[in-house]
């Protein structure tokens, strides 16, 4: 009888188990696996939380609690990290005492908003064209098997950052010599040389851990800071929204907040008003609200067909929620969405156009917002600099409908609306000429499906740019002027001979809906490969006063579905 098959599958989980010092019965680990901490820890003061999890992690005489105490991280972290306990070793919980967990772990071993600020794409589950890695090691150690955010969203001690790795060669024998200690330049030839330049070539798994524990360390200033100012969330009340969405464009609404079953916990009622067409979309949910400014909500929307999961952070000030609501097999469609407190003044939210060009006369501008006063004259309300109102066509309380001219020889950029003397800033742009296009997206990502996994979709989206001052294209001083309609195709991105991905990959829709095709074997395709492929994706804009189109191209990946996800946040029910 061979056992070797059956002894390579015990292997990791006898690493596993010398990396943590637990026995399968969950018994205290000895004292000598774990390295002493050289650092203070955060003391677990919770009762639930100190019963269910000391059997493994002990307490010391300053209520640490082993491993616990040296970590800090966001809520989607600390479930994750108590969902692999019950996997794993043996912890029994029932859904509210996980709740509770969660809660009080993201509150007292939490991070402040200022060291979550640069990875909220990651915890919005945006798709970012890359992200900033620090070197080609780090890159090789970290970032080959998961975006570096993941970790960067940890804050450990420099003992647990060193664990951290012990974990993976556990969980993961292959990362040990794939990723941690390989170092082969990205062109196969030769070795990563040493990030600094005279300095001794370090291990990538060496470099990683001695950059996290420089700038993600257990202590710091901020999270000081935030735990002595944090306080329970005061949300009940009336908040307007204004959001946008790929392909759909903007909205304005409103958001009823009430108070839910349990401190940080609340209901919530939402409307959406697409401005483009007047649709309306309602949605019924709930929503939690960890560590003081973390929303983490679920709704139920009329118009979509599976929940929406809201991913947002609360103001210091608790004036402001911002975030994503999203939806799909991968989260590829949601809106980008900002509230405000309701106030007793006419507020303005949002306008049916994103730019003027200067010299135009007679524009119609509708004006979207909250409590407008039933008369207004034009001397009420001012959208800046050389932009006239010539008339007031209507008044509604939630919409006001002008006439305006534009002087010609007005500057470039961003203007704003003031009624009865209150300002909201930006609202559109005047221009004297669109200079340039760009997609949503310059390169993009979209898997197969159909077969038994979700299809993962990409809405494009074009956008008109004026060059600022400098007159140079993708400088600071470059104005977004909004989405425009363009003529939408794919070409085929020459890859190979006989390149034909553009034919097999999938199709485009008019308003830029980009519909991956089915997943596996395809007879009609050469070799029966499956419809897997690259292309590219490509917008044309003419206007009448263009004499040839203005072109932007974006860079379509269609790979095979995502056929193992490691962990489903559950955190907002």
């Not at 464009?249 to 108070?259: A, H, R």
């Not at 509604?396 to 961003?414: N, Q, R």
């Not at 072109?551 to 579905?561: C, E, F, H, N």
Request: proline fraction near 8%.
């Amino acid at each position: 009888m061979n056992l070797l098959p059956k002894l390579a599958l015990l292997l990791p989980l006898f690493i596993l188990s010398r990396t943590f010092g637990q026995t399968p019965d969950s018994a205290p680990p000895p004292s000598n696996v774990i390295p002493p901490e050289t650092e203070p820890g955060i003391p677990v003061t919770d009762k639930l939380t100190t019963e269910k999890c000391s059997s493994c992690h002990r307490a010391d005489d300053k209520g640490n609690l082993t491993r616990i105490s040296w970590v800090r991280t966001t809520p989607e972290g600390w479930e994750e990290a108590v969902k692999r306990m019950v996997r794993l070793n043996g912890l029994a919980l029932n859904p509210d005492e996980a709740r509770h967990i969660v809660t009080y772990l993201s509150a007292n071993h939490g991070l402040a908003p200022e060291e979550v600020a640069p990875y909220r794409w990651f915890l919005e589950m945006r798709q970012p064209e890359s992200e900033p890695i620090p070197t080609p090691a780090i890159r090789m150690a970290c970032a080959s098997c998961h975006p570096f955010a993941r970790p960067q969203t940890w804050h450990r001690s420099a003992t647990e950052w060193k664990l951290l790795v012990n974990m993976h060669v556990g969980y993961f024998p292959v990362t040990e010599y794939q990723t941690f200690h390989a170092r082969p330049r990205p062109d196969g030839t030769g070795v990563l040389p040493a990030s600094t330049p005279g300095a001794p070539v370090k291990e990538p798994v060496d470099e990683a851990v001695e950059f996290l524990t420089k700038t993600s360390g257990l202590h710091s200033e901020a999270w000081s800071n935030w735990r002595a100012a944090a306080r329970e969330p005061d949300l009940a009340g009336r908040w307007l929204i204004t959001a946008s969405s790929l392909g759909k464009g903007k909205y304005f609404g409103v958001l009823t907040i009430s108070p839910g079953s349990a401190p940080g916990y609340f209901k919530t009622e939402a409307t959406l008003t697409r401005i483009a067409d007047g649709s309306k979309s309602s949605f019924n949910g709930q929503s939690v609200v960890y560590g003081g400014y973390e929303w983490r909500g679920r709704a139920k929307a009329d118009s979509i067909d599976e929940p929406v999961r809201q991913v947002m952070a609360l103001s210091p000030d608790q004036s402001k929620i911002e975030g994503r609501w999203f939806w799909g097999g991968y989260q590829e469609f949601g809106f980008d969405v900002s509230a405000r407190r309701d106030s007793n003044d006419a507020t303005v939210l949002s306008t049916d156009v994103s730019s003027i060009k200067a010299g135009s006369k007679g524009v119609a501008v509708k004006i979207f917002g909250d409590k407008f006063p039933k008369s207004l004259t034009p001397g009420d309300v001012d959208l800046g600099s050389g932009v006239h109102l010539i008339k007031v066509v209507s008044v509604k309380p939630t919409e006001v409908d002008v006439i305006v001219d534009v002087d010609p020889s007005v500057p470039s950029g961003f203007r704003g609306i003031a009624i009865n003397h209150r300002i909201t800033p930006g609202l559109f742009a005047v221009y004297d000429k669109i200079d340039y296009i760009k997609i949503s997206a310059p390169s993009a990502l979209a898997r197969l499906g159909g077969g038994g996994h979700p299809k993962g979709y990409v809405q494009f989206e074009a956008v008109a740019y004026n060059r600022g001052v400098d007159g140079a294209p993708n400088t600071a001083d470059d104005i977004n002027l909004g989405p425009v309609q363009v003529k939408w195709s794919m070409e085929e991105f020459i890859a190979r001979f006989n390149d034909d991905d553009k034919e097999f990959v999938g199709s485009l829709s008019a308003d830029g809906l980009f519909t991956p095709a089915a997943e596996g074997p395809n007879p009609q395709r050469r070799f029966s490969t499956n419809n897997t492929g690259d292309v590219w994706v490509v917008a044309k804009y003419q206007d009448n006063q263009m004499t040839s189109p203005l072109v932007a191209k974006s860079y379509l990946v269609v790979t095979v579905p995502l056929y193992m996800k490691w962990d489903e946040p559950e955190i907002a029910q």
